[in-house]
């Protein structure tokens, strides 16, 4: 992540920044580079030496740990007072990159829209990324285009519209060649499922647009696609393109400079936190709520990027999202981290996030505890990083930084479901970071990321029998 590898975005970098850059400086010290009238919402990313060895105390102390790691080096992202908050905590910190505001105009409306028409299915921000309305008119048109194979389920509320304040329903896409008992709320269900999910950190608007990708990709070739026929034959597919709609909600919102929401809207647990998700925001981390390793990696700080929330599963998108996966799998795992999955267990869970080019597995919480099922999890990743060309795979602690309360440690934990994270996106170039020009999701990641795809629901049937 060095400049001389992020020269694309380098040369867009105010050149008082950039001079003060060079020099060695960052903000908070004092020749605090300070981004220009133009760019008043200019963010940092700040590598700190030895990170891996005090990330706990990173995480902890509610710094934005970027999912990134090089050698024993961390990344922060924060605003320019971020760089005064590291030193002051001991740590040891420079200037990677100055990630100059995307310009882009904020959608019409606020909130779920009453009527998911045409008009409402073109909504688009930050050059063709799909809003939340969007995504859910496309759910909405693909069910009605394609009857025979798609089911619209709405399996929950937002937290704002669970308090009766906006929001969003919670949304997912059932997609198979239906037959009697397919697509339903059973643990029952024929065939076996894969279940892909995206934007739960709102920020992350790559995983939006791959989900939308995969939707159209398996509906539209039923019948033409020899593989996605006999996939939708014999695979039930369960998609939630956008995981935190009250979170994306604000990043769409961002107008001129968006905001990098990564939580929830949940703004009952602290005071004084930002509205526009910069290095202080509002909600709570979906990513590190869940009850399994709960607490690990992870601050408790309310204005935090990796606010934990008061409890494990407090949220209602969390509790949401596990009532889901409990009545589409059944509970095949004993309790312990060693305990295994039987060979014969069904199903497969992909969480995708962004960014760094990594396949994770569980344990997420101990990279030093490795779980029953671990050969055949990590077999998997190490063909999925394949197809996508090299990324690196393994459990979080041994790649990236341990960190608990995860979405997937939680499916595989309570149910023994093999589960995955993937960090699309590269972390240098022309086409890095949470807001890459929506060209590189054709030219780049929808390619990459469709073969992940395919392959993971072909071993939906049998993770973990070879």
Known sequence: MSLTRRSALAMTVAAGAAAAMLAGAFPGASAAPS????????????????????????????FDVLEER????????????????????????????????????????????????????????????????????????????????????DYGDSWRKSRGSGGYDLKAICITKKNAGDCALSTAAPKPRLFVMGQLHAREITTGDVAYRWIDHLTDGYGTDTQVTTLLNTTEVWVVPIANPDGVDIVQRGGSYPYLQRKNANNTNGTGCGTTGGS????????????????????????????????????????????LWRSLYRDRRATG???????????????????SNMVLFPWGFNSSVKSGNDASLRAIAKQMASLAGGWRYGQ???????????????????????????????????????????????????????????????????????
């Open 70 to 153: 090089q050698g024993g080096d961390l990344f922060v992202m924060g605003s320019a007072d971020v760089g005064t908050r590291l030193r002051a905590a001991g740590h040891r910190a420079s200037v990677d990159q100055v990630l100059p505001p995307v310009n882009w105009a904020p959608p019409a409306r606020s909130g779920q829209a009453a009527s998911l028409d045409a008009a409402v299915a073109e909504e688009t921000y930050a050059g063709g990324y799909r809003t939340v309305n969007a995504q859910y008119a496309h759910l909405d048109q693909v069910a009605r285009d394609h009857a025979a194979l798609a089911t619209v389920v």
């Open 337 to 355: 981290t060693t305990a295994a999955a039987p060979a014969d267990t069904t199903g497969m869970v992909i969480s995708m996030h962004s960014y």
């Open 396 to 466: 979080p602690g041994e790649i990236l930084y341990n960190a608990g309360g995860a979405t997937d440690d939680w499916v595989y934990d309570d149910l023994g479901v093999s589960s995955f994270v993937w960090e699309i996106g590269n972390p240098s170039g022309t086409c890095s970071g949470f807001t890459p020009a929506y060209s590189c999701q054709t030219s780049l990641y929808w390619p990459k990321v469709k073969g992940m795809l395919l392959y993971a629901a072909s071993k939906a049937a049998k993770p973990y029998s070879g």
């Open 35 to 62: 981004p220009t009238p133009q760019q008043p919402s200019a963010s940092y990313v700040y590598r700190v030496t030895g990170g891996v060895d005090r990330a706990e105390a990173l995480l902890r102390e509610g």
């Open 280 to 323: 202080s925001q509002v909600g709570i981390d979906l990513n590190r709520n869940t009850s399994s390793g709960y607490g690990v990696g992870s601050s408790t700080s309310p204005c935090s990027e990796t606010y934990r929330g008061p409890s494990a599963n407090s949220e209602v998108e969390t509790k949401a999202l596990q009532s």
